[in-house]
């Protein structure tokens, strides 16, 4: 199958997401919004970078330059935050699915030009995305929240051999 791999890695992406989301969803959303000292300075606000960097590199990578203005002018519920995260992350995959992942994206950044194949763009949504649940993990404790869900790449292999998936 072409790009297996980088599918694998896109459902992980979309099953931790997802564990997230519906653990994030039960908890009030004034504990999202709560100032912690960390990377962002909210739960909403980690979710929401988050999303940003998927979308904003779907985006990109379809050929859109890094619009991101429907996350950034995003001014509805946390629900329907997680719902448009989760929305990104399948179209992500979908994209995954049905792309060259050699084929090399050109952008400029900073005053720097870039010329990156897809599988890197790919690779590197998917660590960002380990990075920051790695710190949700860390927000959630420090607030007192104890459903956390155990989101570890094996975590996921473990329940698609257990399914039968895998």
Do not use: C
């Not at 653990?23 to 959303?29: F, M, Q």
């Not at 992942?101 to 998917?126: C, G, M, N």
Request: hydrophobic share 35%; net charge negative; no cysteine.
């Amino acid at each position: 199958m072409k790009n297996k791999r980088y599918i694998d890695f896109a459902n992980y992406n979309i099953w931790a997401n997802n564990k997230f989301i519906d653990a994030l969803s039960e908890v009030e959303e004034e504990l999202l919004n709560q100032k912690i000292e960390a990377s962002f300075p909210s739960i909403l606000k980690t979710a929401n970078h988050m999303l940003m960097a998927e979308y904003g590199w779907l985006s990109r990578l379809q050929g859109n330059g890094w619009d991101v203005s429907e996350v950034t002018n995003f001014s509805g519920t946390p629900s329907e935050l997680f719902k448009l995260w989760q929305k990104t992350s399948v179209n992500f995959k979908n994209f995954i699915e049905n792309t060259d992942l050699e084929k090399k994206i050109q952008f400029d950044h900073k005053d720097e030009s870039y010329s990156i194949p897809i599988r890197e763009i790919a690779q590197t949504v998917f660590t960002h995305g380990n990075y920051h649940r790695g710190q949700l993990v860390i927000m959630m404790r420090q607030l007192g929240i104890t459903d956390i869900p155990k989101t570890d790449y094996i975590e996921w292999v473990r329940q698609n051999v257990k399914d039968g998936q895998y």
